[in-house]
């Protein structure tokens, strides 16, 4: 039992060596330092795209409209259909209904001919139709700042969302060169 851990602690111990040496012998001192300073802004300059956008918009005219009604009989033609249909079932049967018979159809006949020759009604209106149409246009957005800076007299070019006005902010990393 004392054997087999005994192996098991030199197994671990080989195992972990290379992580326990880590940065040491010639990459000593190589750990990155890194901090923050602020820098001289020299220039902002907008970024602007070009998007398409849609404004539906309602466009309406007025159209002139044709309105027909059927015409209607007047009452002489009916009246005139009736005598006429009065006199024709007495003259076909003498009985008391054919002339009342006669009489009635006479009368329809009556105002559906005068009817007919009133004709239809024309009538003129005028009404509003309307329909939505989309309307397309350019428009520029601001879509960020190209920010030019200096630090330590080197110039350096970033873009950001927002205009960081004179100073702006940077990380600074420092590690060796070999």
């Not at 923050?36 to 466009?59: G, K, L, M």
């Not at 005068?114 to 139709?129: D, K, L, N, T, V």
Request: glycine share 12%; hydrophobic share 30%.
């Amino acid at each position: 039992m004392k054997q087999k851990l005994l192996t098991a602690a030199i197994i671990t111990s080989l195992a972990m060596a290379p992580a326990a040496f880590a940065g040491h012998g010639k990459h000593r001192g190589h750990q990155k330092h890194s901090f923050t300073d602020t820098a001289r802004v020299t220039n902002v300059e907008p970024i602007y795209r070009t998007v398409s956008v849609s404004r539906p918009q309602q466009e309406c005219w007025t159209e002139e409209v044709e309105y027909t009604r059927p015409g209607h009989g007047n009452a002489a033609g009916m009246i005139i259909g009736g005598l006429i249909g009065g006199a024709i079932g007495h003259n076909v049967d003498d009985s008391h209904n054919a002339p009342l018979v006669g009489a009635l159809i006479g009368s329809a006949i009556g105002h559906d001919v005068s009817g007919r020759r009133a004709g239809h009604s024309r009538h003129i209106g005028y009404e509003e139709q309307c329909r939505t149409v989309n309307n397309y246009y350019d428009e520029e957005r601001l879509d960020g700042y190209r920010v030019t800076y200096r630090y330590k007299g080197h110039s350096y070019t970033t873009t950001m969302d927002h205009d960081p006005g004179d100073r702006i902010k940077v990380r600074v990393n420092v590690s060796p060169v070999y």
